[in-house]
């Protein structure tokens, strides 16, 4: 095999990892989870049980990467025979990969933090922000796609009139269209790419 040949199988094993559908599905279930404990946290009077509620919340958003992982390598890899390579991002395309992460970061971080707007605003822009650039990145385009469902979800809830529960409701229902989607994906993608015994 070529060097050529392995660039491209490397780049098209990178590509199928986030093309199954398992990063959708463990994240919708964290956006459930995170609704869920918003709730908690809204109704919650003692400072006490805030923390926890808070530090729930944390946990299960660090331990998702771990979790997409997990799934992979016994559910999708097993199946399809797709791993994801090591990272050899150096040089000009790493660089601008983590200058448009930092980019992002800063943008979404001002987002947040900015007063004058609405949280369900920031929830919109950050769900647009971060889909469309993953699935441009990595030529998914049902992300971009996914990206403008989720950035209309929070609006949509506000324009209900149910502003005092705007947050939790949207990240449910955010939650529920990445798990549908998720699943479906991931089982199209492992019936379509099922490795030969």
Excluded at 25 to 44: E, H, K, R
Excluded at 79 to 85: R, V
Excluded at 143 to 156: Q, R, S, T
């Amino acid at each position: 095999m070529t060097g050529t040949n392995l660039d491209e199988l490397i780049k098209s094993s990178r590509s199928m990892w986030w093309k199954d559908g398992i990063a959708e599905f463990i994240t919708g279930i964290v956006l459930i989870l995170s609704g869920g404990l918003q709730f908690l946290l809204s109704g919650s009077p003692r400072p006490a049980y805030r923390y926890v509620i808070v530090a729930a919340q944390i946990l299960v958003i660090a331990l998702s990467p771990y979790a997409i992982r997990w799934l992979k390598n016994r559910l999708v890899v097993p199946i399809t025979g797709y791993f994801k390579p090591q990272k050899q991002d150096k040089g000009t395309s790493g660089a601008i990969r983590y200058a448009i992460s930092i980019a992002l970061f800063i943008l979404l971080t001002a987002t947040i933090l900015i007063d004058n707007i609405p949280p369900w605003l920031s929830i919109s822009a950050f769900s647009f922000i971060i889909l469309l650039w993953v699935g441009i990145f990595w030529n998914v385009n049902r992300l971009i796609f996914e990206g403008i469902l989720l950035a209309a979800v929070p609006p949509a809830v506000t324009l209900t009139g149910n502003s005092t529960n705007c947050i939790p409701i949207s990240l449910i229902i955010m939650g529920a269209i990445m798990v549908t989607i998720g699943g479906v994906v991931s089982y199209r993608f492992m019936r379509e790419h099922r490795k030969n015994e």
